[in-house]
């Protein structure tokens, strides 16, 4: 089956740094590839996506790199505020969508 | 973004009994629709996929008789909990696609409760 992670690993950034949250995926055929942040008891909310065919792709304050050599995929977020705080999850798409294992992000003030 | 609507938010159920819970895509067509099972501070693990009109299609050791999925039209799917049990206590989540290598948008969740 697919790679799918238990237990969160946790990030702790100062408010005003910059984050970078990684995800390895298992599927070398996978082509499409998604940023999803997760609050308490909600539901993943939609950041950034990238295709296979981009390595790079920027929004506002977000940054995600796609390495398809190594099946490694990142979200990079600047100048990190309070209310970035909250469980981050690749999903990358193989017929169907997959979920990495998450990273908790820890916002200090 | 599209947005997908999922009822009940929660839900607390007696040993067993059957819940269900609703998926809606609101304003677009989902050909397909996904169902997470969530457990705390843990990922997503997908379920099961199903497919306007056809049958769900189950992950490896998702029981299909337990967790019956029903994806009668492009805006709704459903998923039943059958005989709930204690251990089926947890956060179930539904995602809806608009054609494959679409996004896939996300319900808010569905906190389910057996007691």
């Known amino acids: 089956g697919e790679s799918v992670g238990l237990h969160l690993p946790t990030l702790s950034v100062q408010e005003g740094d910059n984050s970078i949250i990684n995800c390895a995926y298992s599927?070398?055929?996978?082509?499409?590839f998604i940023w999803y942040k997760q609050e308490s008891g909600k539901g993943p909310q939609f950041i950034i996506d990238?295709?296979?065919?981009?390595d790079k792709r920027q929004g506002q304050r977000v940054t995600v790199l796609l390495n398809k050599t190594v099946k490694h995929l990142s979200l990079q977020i600047a100048a990190t505020q309070p209310g970035d705080s909250a469980v981050y999850f690749c999903?990358?798409?193989?017929?169907?969508?997959?979920f990495g294992s998450g990273t908790k992000l820890n916002v200090k003030p | 973004g599209a947005v997908v609507s999922q009822h009940p938010s929660w839900v607390i159920c007696k040993s067993g009994t059957s819940v269900k819970i609703e998926c809606r895509s609101l304003?677009?067509?989902?050909?397909?629709m996904f169902w997470y099972r969530q457990f705390p501070k843990q990922s997503l693990m997908l379920m099961a996929t199903?497919?306007?009109?056809?049958?769900?299609?189950?992950e490896q050791g998702v029981e299909k008789d337990k967790f019956l999925i029903n994806h009668a039209s492009l805006t709704l799917s459903t998923l039943t909990v059958t005989s709930a049990h204690p251990e089926d206590s947890s956060f179930y989540i539904c995602?809806?696609?608009?054609?494959?290598?679409?996004?896939?948008?996300f319900g808010q969740g569905t906190r389910l409760t057996v007691v």
């Open positions: 995602s809806a696609q608009q054609g494959s290598g679409a996004e896939a948008f």
């Open positions: 199903s497919n306007e009109g056809s049958k769900a299609t189950y």
């Open positions: 304003d677009f067509q989902a050909t397909t």
């Open positions: 599927n070398s055929a996978s082509d499409y």
């Open positions: 990238i295709r296979s065919n981009m």
């Open positions: 999903a990358y798409n193989f017929n169907k969508f997959y």
